[in-house]
Protein backbone atom coordinates (compact mmCIF):
# COMPACT_ATOMS: atom_id res chain seq x y z
CA UNK A 1 0.00 0.00 0.00
CA UNK A 2 3.00 2.15 0.83
CA UNK A 3 4.14 1.83 -2.77
CA UNK A 4 0.65 2.69 -3.94
CA UNK A 5 0.87 5.97 -2.37
CA UNK A 6 3.95 6.76 -3.38
CA UNK A 7 3.44 5.80 -6.74
CA UNK A 8 0.41 8.38 -6.73
CA UNK A 9 2.27 11.09 -5.32
CA UNK A 10 4.78 10.59 -7.56
CA UNK A 11 2.16 11.64 -10.40
CA UNK A 12 0.94 13.96 -8.83
CA UNK A 13 3.79 16.25 -8.21
CA UNK A 14 4.71 15.85 -12.14
CA UNK A 15 0.98 17.08 -12.33
CA UNK A 16 1.62 19.96 -10.42
CA UNK A 17 5.11 20.27 -12.17
CA UNK A 18 3.72 20.63 -15.18
CA UNK A 19 5.58 17.66 -16.54
CA UNK A 20 2.25 15.76 -16.83
CA UNK A 21 1.28 17.00 -20.01
CA UNK A 22 4.24 16.77 -21.59
CA UNK A 23 4.76 13.32 -21.21
CA UNK A 24 1.18 12.24 -22.12
CA UNK A 25 1.94 14.38 -25.38
CA UNK A 26 5.36 12.52 -25.73
CA UNK A 27 3.73 9.02 -25.15
CA UNK A 28 1.09 10.38 -27.09
CA UNK A 29 3.04 10.72 -30.16
CA UNK A 30 4.98 7.51 -29.42
CA UNK A 31 1.94 5.12 -29.23
CA UNK A 32 0.04 6.77 -33.07
CA UNK A 33 0.77 4.04 -34.44
CA UNK A 34 -0.60 1.55 -32.01
CA UNK A 35 -3.80 3.68 -31.76
CA UNK A 36 -6.33 1.72 -32.85
CA UNK A 37 -9.90 2.96 -33.72
CA UNK A 38 -12.53 2.39 -31.28
CA UNK A 39 -15.03 1.70 -34.32
CA UNK A 40 -13.23 -1.04 -36.08
CA UNK A 41 -15.15 -4.22 -34.58
CA UNK A 42 -12.30 -6.28 -36.51
CA UNK A 43 -9.43 -4.80 -33.89
CA UNK A 44 -11.41 -6.02 -30.97
CA UNK A 45 -8.99 -7.77 -28.63
CA UNK A 46 -6.31 -5.41 -29.67
CA UNK A 47 -7.10 -2.38 -29.15
CA UNK A 48 -6.54 -0.70 -25.65
CA UNK A 49 -9.57 0.89 -24.87
CA UNK A 50 -8.52 1.33 -20.93
CA UNK A 51 -6.02 4.42 -21.58
CA UNK A 52 -6.70 7.41 -19.40
CA UNK A 53 -5.05 8.90 -16.74
CA UNK A 54 -5.28 6.09 -13.66
CA UNK A 55 -2.88 5.22 -10.35
CA UNK A 56 -4.36 1.75 -10.49
CA UNK A 57 -1.75 -0.85 -12.38
CA UNK A 58 -4.46 -3.61 -13.71
CA UNK A 59 -2.87 -6.15 -10.66
CA UNK A 60 -4.09 -2.94 -8.01
CA UNK A 61 -7.28 -2.98 -9.92
CA UNK A 62 -7.77 -7.11 -9.39
CA UNK A 63 -7.01 -6.59 -5.91
CA UNK A 64 -9.44 -3.93 -5.18
CA UNK A 65 -12.07 -5.40 -7.19
CA UNK A 66 -11.89 -8.74 -5.01
CA UNK A 67 -12.06 -7.00 -1.78
CA UNK A 68 -15.27 -4.98 -3.20
CA UNK A 69 -16.95 -8.46 -4.55
CA UNK A 70 -16.10 -10.24 -1.13
CA UNK A 71 -18.20 -7.37 0.63
CA UNK A 72 -20.93 -8.24 -1.80
CA UNK A 73 -20.99 -11.60 -1.24
CA UNK A 74 -21.54 -11.00 2.55
CA UNK A 75 -24.24 -8.32 2.04
CA UNK A 76 -26.12 -10.54 -0.61
CA UNK A 77 -27.63 -13.85 -1.39
CA UNK A 78 -26.67 -15.48 -4.24
CA UNK A 79 -28.43 -18.02 -6.70
CA UNK A 80 -26.83 -21.46 -5.98
CA UNK A 81 -28.85 -23.50 -8.65
CA UNK A 82 -26.22 -24.78 -11.07
CA UNK A 83 -28.23 -24.58 -13.94
CA UNK A 84 -28.39 -20.78 -13.88
CA UNK A 85 -25.15 -19.83 -12.97
CA UNK A 86 -23.32 -21.82 -15.14
CA UNK A 87 -25.44 -20.87 -18.04
CA UNK A 88 -25.09 -17.39 -17.36
CA UNK A 89 -21.35 -17.62 -16.44
CA UNK A 90 -20.68 -19.00 -19.78
CA UNK A 91 -22.60 -16.37 -21.85
CA UNK A 92 -20.66 -13.50 -19.65
CA UNK A 93 -17.28 -15.44 -20.71
CA UNK A 94 -18.10 -15.92 -24.32
CA UNK A 95 -18.71 -12.09 -24.09
CA UNK A 96 -15.31 -11.51 -22.70
CA UNK A 97 -13.59 -13.48 -25.27
CA UNK A 98 -14.90 -11.39 -27.64
CA UNK A 99 -14.21 -8.26 -25.93
CA UNK A 100 -11.58 -5.79 -24.91
CA UNK A 101 -10.95 -6.80 -21.68
CA UNK A 102 -7.62 -7.42 -20.25
CA UNK A 103 -8.73 -8.94 -16.94
CA UNK A 104 -10.59 -12.14 -15.98
CA UNK A 105 -14.10 -12.33 -14.94
CA UNK A 106 -15.96 -13.83 -11.92
CA UNK A 107 -19.31 -13.74 -12.46
CA UNK A 108 -22.26 -14.56 -10.15
CA UNK A 109 -26.00 -14.21 -9.71
CA UNK A 110 -27.73 -12.48 -7.03
CA UNK A 111 -31.23 -13.26 -5.92
CA UNK A 112 -32.57 -10.04 -6.89
CA UNK A 113 -35.76 -8.94 -8.22
CA UNK A 114 -34.01 -5.38 -8.96
CA UNK A 115 -33.46 -4.56 -12.79
CA UNK A 116 -29.94 -4.15 -12.70
CA UNK A 117 -26.12 -6.03 -12.97
CA UNK A 118 -22.90 -4.70 -11.98
CA UNK A 119 -18.97 -5.55 -12.65
CA UNK A 120 -16.65 -4.05 -10.13
CA UNK A 121 -13.44 -3.37 -11.23
CA UNK A 122 -11.05 -6.34 -11.82
CA UNK A 123 -13.95 -8.17 -13.33
CA UNK A 124 -16.38 -8.92 -10.55
CA UNK A 125 -19.93 -9.29 -12.65
CA UNK A 126 -23.21 -9.86 -10.76
CA UNK A 127 -26.53 -9.75 -12.28
CA UNK A 128 -29.82 -9.49 -10.47
CA UNK A 129 -32.15 -12.39 -11.03
CA UNK A 130 -34.32 -9.51 -11.93
CA UNK A 131 -32.89 -8.71 -14.80
CA UNK A 132 -32.81 -12.04 -16.45
CA UNK A 133 -36.18 -12.02 -16.04
CA UNK A 134 -36.73 -8.46 -17.16
CA UNK A 135 -35.41 -10.16 -20.56
CA UNK A 136 -37.42 -11.72 -23.30
CA UNK A 137 -34.08 -13.42 -24.96
CA UNK A 138 -30.83 -14.27 -24.81
CA UNK A 139 -29.72 -11.53 -26.87
CA UNK A 140 -31.31 -8.65 -24.63
CA UNK A 141 -29.29 -10.30 -21.51
CA UNK A 142 -26.16 -10.51 -23.31
CA UNK A 143 -26.65 -6.98 -24.48
CA UNK A 144 -27.06 -5.93 -21.18
CA UNK A 145 -24.30 -7.82 -19.69
CA UNK A 146 -21.80 -6.60 -22.47
CA UNK A 147 -22.49 -2.88 -21.38
CA UNK A 148 -21.48 -3.64 -17.68
CA UNK A 149 -17.92 -5.82 -19.40
CA UNK A 150 -17.50 -2.79 -21.65
CA UNK A 151 -17.09 -0.75 -18.18
CA UNK A 152 -14.23 -3.17 -17.01
CA UNK A 153 -12.78 -3.00 -20.41
CA UNK A 154 -12.90 0.28 -20.37
CA UNK A 155 -11.19 1.03 -16.44
CA UNK A 156 -13.97 3.51 -15.93
CA UNK A 157 -14.30 2.15 -12.33
CA UNK A 158 -10.72 3.31 -11.54
CA UNK A 159 -10.27 5.80 -14.29
CA UNK A 160 -13.27 7.65 -12.06
CA UNK A 161 -11.37 7.06 -8.54
CA UNK A 162 -7.94 8.06 -9.98
CA UNK A 163 -9.98 11.51 -10.88
CA UNK A 164 -11.62 11.62 -7.55
CA UNK A 165 -8.48 11.26 -5.88
CA UNK A 166 -6.87 13.82 -8.10
CA UNK A 167 -9.49 16.11 -7.66
CA UNK A 168 -9.12 15.82 -3.87
CA UNK A 169 -5.54 16.30 -3.86
CA UNK A 170 -5.81 19.58 -6.27
CA UNK A 171 -7.99 21.29 -3.68
CA UNK A 172 -5.69 21.21 -0.79
CA UNK A 173 -4.16 24.55 -2.18
CA UNK A 174 -6.95 26.39 -2.13
CA UNK A 175 -6.92 26.28 1.63
CA UNK A 176 -4.40 28.65 1.90
CA UNK A 177 -6.76 30.62 -0.35
CA UNK A 178 -8.54 31.54 2.87
CA UNK A 179 -11.66 33.13 3.13
CA UNK A 180 -15.54 32.06 1.22
CA UNK A 181 -13.91 31.90 -2.07
CA UNK A 182 -11.13 28.88 -0.45
CA UNK A 183 -14.09 27.16 0.97
CA UNK A 184 -16.76 27.24 -1.09
CA UNK A 185 -14.27 25.57 -3.79
CA UNK A 186 -12.79 22.79 -1.29
CA UNK A 187 -16.77 22.34 -0.71
CA UNK A 188 -17.10 21.44 -4.52
CA UNK A 189 -14.82 19.49 -4.58
CA UNK A 190 -15.68 17.53 -1.83
CA UNK A 191 -19.46 17.17 -3.24
CA UNK A 192 -18.01 15.38 -6.69
CA UNK A 193 -15.86 13.02 -5.36
CA UNK A 194 -18.55 10.99 -3.89
CA UNK A 195 -20.60 10.98 -7.69
CA UNK A 196 -17.33 9.62 -9.21
CA UNK A 197 -17.13 7.08 -7.14
CA UNK A 198 -20.59 5.77 -6.84
CA UNK A 199 -21.70 6.48 -10.53
CA UNK A 200 -20.20 6.50 -13.73
CA UNK A 201 -20.54 9.77 -15.93
CA UNK A 202 -22.22 10.64 -18.84
CA UNK A 203 -19.53 10.17 -20.99
CA UNK A 204 -18.46 6.90 -19.54
CA UNK A 205 -21.90 5.00 -20.08
CA UNK A 206 -22.47 6.95 -23.68
CA UNK A 207 -18.84 5.11 -23.88
CA UNK A 208 -19.92 1.88 -22.49
CA UNK A 209 -23.35 1.65 -24.74
CA UNK A 210 -20.90 2.39 -27.65
CA UNK A 211 -18.56 -0.76 -26.76
CA UNK A 212 -21.10 -3.15 -25.46
CA UNK A 213 -22.90 -2.99 -28.43
CA UNK A 214 -19.84 -3.63 -30.60
CA UNK A 215 -18.99 -6.93 -27.83
CA UNK A 216 -22.50 -7.73 -28.49
CA UNK A 217 -22.24 -7.61 -32.75
CA UNK A 218 -18.75 -9.61 -32.38
CA UNK A 219 -20.51 -12.33 -30.33
CA UNK A 220 -23.00 -12.79 -33.01
CA UNK A 221 -26.05 -11.28 -31.59
CA UNK A 222 -28.55 -8.83 -33.22
CA UNK A 223 -27.28 -6.02 -31.84
CA UNK A 224 -31.65 -4.32 -32.00
CA UNK A 225 -31.74 -6.55 -28.94
CA UNK A 226 -29.74 -3.83 -27.18
CA UNK A 227 -31.88 -1.21 -28.61
CA UNK A 228 -34.77 -3.47 -27.59
CA UNK A 229 -34.07 -3.59 -23.81
CA UNK A 230 -33.42 -0.05 -23.73
CA UNK A 231 -36.92 0.59 -25.17
CA UNK A 232 -38.17 -1.75 -21.88
CA UNK A 233 -35.57 0.68 -19.73
CA UNK A 234 -37.87 3.54 -21.23
CA UNK A 235 -41.27 2.29 -20.43
CA UNK A 236 -39.80 1.46 -16.81
CA UNK A 237 -38.26 5.11 -16.65
CA UNK A 238 -41.85 6.51 -18.06
CA UNK A 239 -44.07 4.83 -15.05
CA UNK A 240 -41.07 5.73 -12.47
CA UNK A 241 -39.60 9.33 -13.55
CA UNK A 242 -36.45 10.56 -11.70
CA UNK A 243 -35.63 13.55 -9.84
CA UNK A 244 -33.29 14.75 -11.71
CA UNK A 245 -32.74 17.23 -14.69
CA UNK A 246 -31.36 15.88 -18.18
CA UNK A 247 -28.98 18.53 -17.70
CA UNK A 248 -27.77 16.98 -14.34
CA UNK A 249 -28.14 13.55 -14.72
CA UNK A 250 -25.33 11.20 -14.19
CA UNK A 251 -26.44 8.81 -16.77
CA UNK A 252 -27.91 9.53 -20.29
CA UNK A 253 -31.35 9.39 -20.17
CA UNK A 254 -32.77 6.40 -22.42
CA UNK A 255 -34.45 8.23 -25.73
CA UNK A 256 -30.61 9.66 -26.15
CA UNK A 257 -28.50 6.30 -25.47
CA UNK A 258 -31.42 4.82 -28.15
CA UNK A 259 -31.05 7.05 -30.58
CA UNK A 260 -27.13 6.78 -30.30
CA UNK A 261 -27.37 2.71 -30.46
CA UNK A 262 -29.18 2.77 -33.50
CA UNK A 263 -26.80 5.27 -35.48
CA UNK A 264 -24.39 3.09 -34.28
CA UNK A 265 -25.79 -0.19 -35.47
CA UNK A 266 -25.91 1.64 -38.88
CA UNK A 267 -22.57 3.38 -39.07
CA UNK A 268 -20.17 0.86 -37.21
CA UNK A 269 -21.09 -2.09 -37.52
CA UNK A 270 -20.85 -4.06 -40.64
CA UNK A 271 -24.14 -6.29 -41.61
CA UNK A 272 -24.55 -9.80 -41.63
CA UNK A 273 -26.90 -12.59 -43.09
CA UNK A 274 -28.00 -13.65 -39.82
CA UNK A 275 -27.50 -12.67 -35.87
CA UNK A 276 -28.72 -14.58 -32.72
CA UNK A 277 -31.55 -13.79 -31.14
CA UNK A 278 -32.26 -16.14 -28.66
CA UNK A 279 -31.81 -20.36 -27.68
CA UNK A 280 -33.86 -22.52 -26.54
CA UNK A 281 -30.99 -22.83 -23.10
CA UNK A 282 -32.19 -19.11 -22.75
CA UNK A 283 -35.99 -20.25 -22.50
CA UNK A 284 -35.61 -23.47 -19.77
CA UNK A 285 -33.17 -21.38 -17.90
CA UNK A 286 -35.48 -18.74 -17.59
CA UNK A 287 -38.57 -20.61 -16.68
CA UNK A 288 -36.13 -22.16 -14.59
CA UNK A 289 -35.35 -19.29 -12.55
CA UNK A 290 -38.97 -18.17 -12.88
CA UNK A 291 -39.92 -21.25 -10.75
CA UNK A 292 -37.01 -20.73 -8.39
CA UNK A 293 -38.04 -17.55 -7.71
CA UNK A 294 -41.61 -18.53 -7.27
CA UNK A 295 -40.48 -21.11 -4.75
CA UNK A 296 -38.53 -18.49 -2.90
CA UNK A 297 -41.98 -16.42 -2.34
CA UNK A 298 -43.65 -19.44 -1.33
CA UNK A 299 -40.90 -20.12 1.30
CA UNK A 300 -40.52 -16.83 2.65
CA UNK A 301 -44.48 -17.19 2.88
CA UNK A 302 -43.93 -20.49 4.97
CA UNK A 303 -41.69 -18.84 7.43
CA UNK A 304 -43.92 -16.48 8.23
CA UNK A 305 -46.98 -18.95 8.45
CA UNK A 306 -44.50 -20.50 11.24
CA UNK A 307 -45.10 -17.86 13.71
CA UNK A 308 -48.41 -18.63 16.07
CA UNK A 309 -51.80 -17.81 15.09
CA UNK A 310 -53.45 -15.98 17.88
CA UNK A 311 -57.29 -15.73 18.89
CA UNK A 312 -58.69 -13.22 21.46
CA UNK A 313 -61.20 -14.46 23.66
CA UNK A 314 -64.93 -13.62 23.08
CA UNK A 315 -68.36 -14.27 24.94
CA UNK A 316 -69.60 -16.01 21.31
CA UNK A 317 -68.35 -19.34 20.95
CA UNK A 318 -65.22 -20.25 18.49
CA UNK A 319 -66.34 -20.58 14.82
CA UNK A 320 -65.81 -23.84 13.00
CA UNK A 321 -62.83 -24.24 10.86
CA UNK A 322 -63.33 -24.35 7.09
CA UNK A 323 -60.89 -26.98 6.42
CA UNK A 324 -59.27 -25.30 3.90
CA UNK A 325 -56.09 -24.79 5.81
CA UNK A 326 -52.62 -23.32 3.93
CA UNK A 327 -50.98 -26.85 3.83
CA UNK A 328 -53.84 -28.22 1.46
CA UNK A 329 -52.55 -24.71 -0.54
CA UNK A 330 -48.90 -25.27 -0.76
CA UNK A 331 -49.26 -28.62 -1.90
CA UNK A 332 -50.33 -27.73 -5.38
CA UNK A 333 -47.62 -25.33 -5.97
CA UNK A 334 -44.46 -27.31 -5.41
CA UNK A 335 -44.36 -29.60 -7.72
CA UNK A 336 -46.11 -28.35 -10.65
CA UNK A 337 -43.32 -27.74 -12.97
CA UNK A 338 -43.39 -29.90 -16.31
CA UNK A 339 -40.13 -31.86 -17.35
CA UNK A 340 -38.87 -28.95 -20.06
CA UNK A 341 -35.63 -30.98 -20.33
CA UNK A 342 -36.61 -33.21 -23.20
CA UNK A 343 -36.37 -31.07 -26.15
CA UNK A 344 -35.81 -31.79 -29.12
CA UNK A 345 -32.72 -31.48 -31.54
CA UNK A 346 -34.78 -28.43 -33.41
CA UNK A 347 -35.37 -26.92 -29.90
CA UNK A 348 -31.61 -26.55 -29.21
CA UNK A 349 -30.88 -24.53 -32.11
CA UNK A 350 -30.80 -21.17 -31.74
CA UNK A 351 -33.64 -18.39 -32.66
CA UNK A 352 -31.91 -16.51 -35.84
CA UNK A 353 -32.86 -13.36 -37.37
CA UNK A 354 -32.31 -12.82 -41.37
CA UNK A 355 -30.92 -9.22 -42.48
Known sequence: ????????????????????????????????????????????????VGKGMNFYSLEEEIALGKS???????????????????????????????????????????????????????????????????ADSEAEIAGAMAHEIAHVAARHGTR???????????????????????????????????????QFSRGAEREADYLGLQFLYKTGYDPDAFVDFFEKMQAREKSRPGSLAKAFSTHPLTPDRIDAAQDEIIRVLPPRDEYIVTTGEFDRVHTRLR??????????????????????????????????????QASGDATGSTDDTSQSDEDARPTLKRR
Do not use: C
Open 68 to 134: MAQQVEQQSRLIQDPVVTEYINRLGQNLVRNSDAQVPFTIKVIDDPSWNAFALPGGFFFVNSGLILA
Open 160 to 198: NASKAELANWLSLPLIFLGGPIGFGARSAAGLLIPMKFL
Open 291 to 328: MLDNRGKIEDAQQDSDRPTLRRRTTAPPAATDGDGSSG
Open 1 to 48: MDHLTNHRLAILFAIFLGMGTLASAQDSNADKSDIKPKDDVEQIGDRD
